[in-house]
C-alpha cells in the first residue's frame, strides 16, 4: 500500500496554540484534528565528572504530579537547540559543561505536536551558578548516579517519555548497549 | 524548597478532549494551561522468532510525515493494556504472541497530557491473521532485525519518543544494557 499524507480542508484557531485541523484522509473520510503548534524543546542528560546524574523535581499540571525528570525547555526564538541546552541545564539546576553533544531527536508526539525534541549530553558537569528559575517554575535538583538512573528508569521512575528516550540516545552514544 | 502542586480556579472544555485549566501557581501567579484528556496508550516492540521487530510505517498529522513506527493504540474501554497490546498488534499487523508482557509505562507529556502510555514486549510474535485496520488508518508492516532498529533508533530513524522508551524497556528486560 503506498502510504498517503491526510489533505487539510481547513484549519482554525482553537486557542493559542492549539489549531484545529478538518482534514481529508486518502480513503475520503474527513475528520477533525486538534494540532499543539509548539516550538522546538530540548532535554539534557547531565553527568558531573563522577557520573552522577544532575535531575530535577517538578510539578507537571497535565498528570497532576511532581516528578523526577532531566532539566529542558524551549528553544527561544534566535537560539540554536545547544545554545537552548546549556542555558536551560544553567537556569533550572545551575550546572554547566563544556562537552554538551547532541545525540538524538524526537517528535513529543507525531500524531498532535508539530515540534521537535532535542536530547543532549552533557559531560563533565559542574555547578557553577545559583539556579534561575522562570516565574511558573518551583524546581529541586538531586544528583543521582548513572547506574541508579539506569535502574530507575527501567522501573518507571522517569516518568517522561521524551526523557526516557535521551536516556537511550546516551546509552547508545556512551557505548553501553551491548 | 517544598515544591507545591498549582491550583485549579477554573477549567473549561475547549473542544472535544481538550481543557483550559486556569491555575493559580504556588508563587500566586495566574496562568492558562490547555491540558489533553486521553484515555490510556499502548505500545507493542514485536520480535519475531529470529529477534526481527515488527514496524510499521503511517502518516502522522501532527509533523505531517509518514514514519516508521511500533503498533500501538489506544486502550479500549473495559479492556487491559494488555489486551489493548494483542488487539493493536493484531490488528495493524496480523502479528501475534503467547509471550507477550508488559515492559514499562511513561507519560507521553506530563506538561500537557493526563494519560499514560505502557510498553509492551512481544516475543516469538508469528504473523497469524490479515490486518483489521481502523477508518482512520493506513499502515504497512516491516521486519528489522532488532539490532538494526536499535541502530536506527540511535540514529533518529523512530521519531516516537514514546517508542524510543519502549526500546529502552525491551534492552532493559532483554539485559542488553551493560
Known amino acids: 500500500m503506498i502510504i498517503k499524507p491526510w489533505k487539510i480542508l481547513s484549519s482554525t484557531c482553537l486557542q493559542g496554540n492549539i489549531r484545529l485541523d478538518r482534514c481529508q484522509l486518502p480513503s475520503g473520510l474527513c475528520i477533525e484534528k486538534p494540532i499543539l503548534e509548539y516550538g522546538n524543546w530540548v532535554t539534557v542528560l547531565a553527568l558531573t565528572e563522577n557520573m552522577e546524574g544532575v535531575l530535577i523535581h517538578q510539578y507537571r ?20 537547540p545547544s545554545e537552548a541546552a546549556r542555558r536551560e541545564l544553567l537556569e ?37 551558578a545559583a539556579q534561575r528559575l522562570d516565574a511558573t517554575e518551583e524546581i529541586n535538583v538531586v544528583l543521582k548516579p548513572l547506574d541508579d538512573l539506569i535502574a530507575l528508569a527501567g522501573s518507571g521512575g522517569l516518568l517522561q517519555s521524551m526523557q526516557v528516550s535521551t536516556l537511550f540516545f546516551a546509552l547508545v552514544y556512551l557505548k553501553r548497549i551491548a
Open 61 to 80: 499540571h497535565g498528570i497532576q504530579k511532581i516528578i523526577l525528570e532531566l532539566p529542558g525547555g524551549m528553544v527561544d526564538e534566535g537560539e540554536s
Open 92 to 128: 533550572e539546576t545551575g550546572y554547566h559543561s563544556e562537552r554538551i553533544v547532541q545525540i538524538g531527536c524526537v517528535s513529543p508526539n507525531p500524531d498532535n505536536h508539530t515540534n521537535l525534541i532535542y536530547s543532549f549530553l552533557a559531560l563533565d558537569a559542574k555547578m557553577v
